[in-house]
């Protein structure tokens, strides 16, 4: 049975910079740099421009992976995308990044699956656990897992939503998963679940139970109340089960791989809030020189903080070859999961 490992890796972020100040001075929203910092650790995040949507985001990054991996476009066998901001509610933001591939085309037109993945901030290990198991099983040779994000077309940039709006911005992460006969690879990985919380953190929009499941006016149109267009969390609710679940999760996949923390080169947590990974750091001992973090410029990109990560941590060499890995995220749903990866 072939080991899968990841063969490249790729990111994008839109240009323009949105600070915590420009919130305050371009949006109105009611708050201060201090404040958002304190609370969070985020500085700046970036969005996109209007017009540019989440597969757009996730071709750059594909494209950065695909080169790196050292292998054509048409050498995929698999695309999987995950993502909560997928252009359309269907189909997929993966069979647009596909057509935006170029795999449709031509002569050596691939016409290969493209799953999505909607696990929000737990999307990328939902993507990544699927991706190794593809390639492990001999189904695929070399899958394609996106993680990207729009979100900045759905917060609500005003004083209302202050509470929420300073946490996200957009940007896409991607890596190639491939086989290899190397000992190296994706060694162990864990997801969870709890939908007792599902709606603690949710963005509803519709109620598919309704008749119509988007409430009308006289004329036919479709309004939607604040409410369901935005979205909601519960934040304190939220911390806490995010540290106790990926406390567990990380544990829980260090015990599968038979190895301690203290075995564990570098962390990637997922970057959705300072304070939760600075509280897992400590209740884990885990040194400062093992942490990655890069919320400060980017804010939660949900499905695509932790290829963002591995990215950039690989361009800058801080992540080599032969490294001990370990990767967590917690997001809505309840959702979590970890991996552990030798590099």
């Known amino acids: ?26 949006y109105g929203i009611d708050t201060t740099h201090e404040w958002i910092v304190k609370r969070t650790g985020i500085e700046e995040r970036r969005f996109a421009d209007e017009g540019v949507g989440t597969s757009d985001l996730g071709l750059l990054a594909a494209q950065a992976a695909i ?25 997929g933001s993966g069979v647009y ?40 099983s001999g189904a695929c040779k070399h899958v394609l897992v996106v993680g990207a994000e729009v979100h900045s077309a759905a917060l609500d940039l ?38 007792r919380f599902a709606d603690t953190l949710s963005q509803r929009i519709w109620d598919i139970r309704k008749r119509p499941f988007i409430p009308q006016n006289a004329e036919g149109v479709g309004q939607i109340s604040p409410e369901f267009m935005w979205a909601y969390m519960d934040g304190k609710l939220v911390f806490k089960h995010a540290v106790e679940r990926m406390v567990m999760v990380l544990m829980e996949t260090c015990m599968m791989h ?10 990637f947590f997922h970057q959705a809030n300072m304070r939760i990974n600075q509280f897992i750091q400590q209740t884990l001992g885990i040194p400062e020189e093992k942490i990655v973090h890069n919320i400060h410029r980017y804010g939660n990109t949900t499905a695509a903080t932790i290829p963002i990560l591995l990215a950039e941590a690989e361009e800058t ?14 997001g809505s749903g309840f959702t979590w999961g970890a991996a552990i990866i030798d590099w």
């Open 258 to 267: 038979g190895v301690t923390g203290e075995a564990i080169d570098m962390f």
């Open 1 to 26: 049975m072939p080991n899968a490992f990841i063969s490249g890796t790729g990111f994008y972020v839109p240009p323009r910079r949105v600070t915590n100040d420009d919130l305050r001075t371009v």
């Open 158 to 195: 005003t004083a209302r939503g202050r509470g929420v709006a300073s946490l996200f911005g957009d940007g896409a992460g991607a890596v190639v998963v491939s086989a290899t006969e190397e000992d190296r690879g994706v060694r162990a990985w864990k997801l969870g679940a709890d939908g």
């Open 67 to 91: 080169e790196k991996a050292g292998i054509a476009k048409t050498d995929l066998d698999m695309i999987i995308f995950a993502t909560l901001s997928s252009e359309h509610c269907f189909p």
């Open 97 to 136: 990044l596909q057509e935006k591939l170029g795999l449709c085309d031509g002569p050596n037109a691939k016409f290969v699956p493209a799953l999505d993945v909607r696990n929000q901030c737990s999307g990328f290990l939902y993507a990544l656990g699927t991706a190794t198991s593809m390639v492990k």
């Open 317 to 330: 060499g801080r992540l080599r070859r032969g490294m001990k890995i370990a990767l967590c995220s917690f």
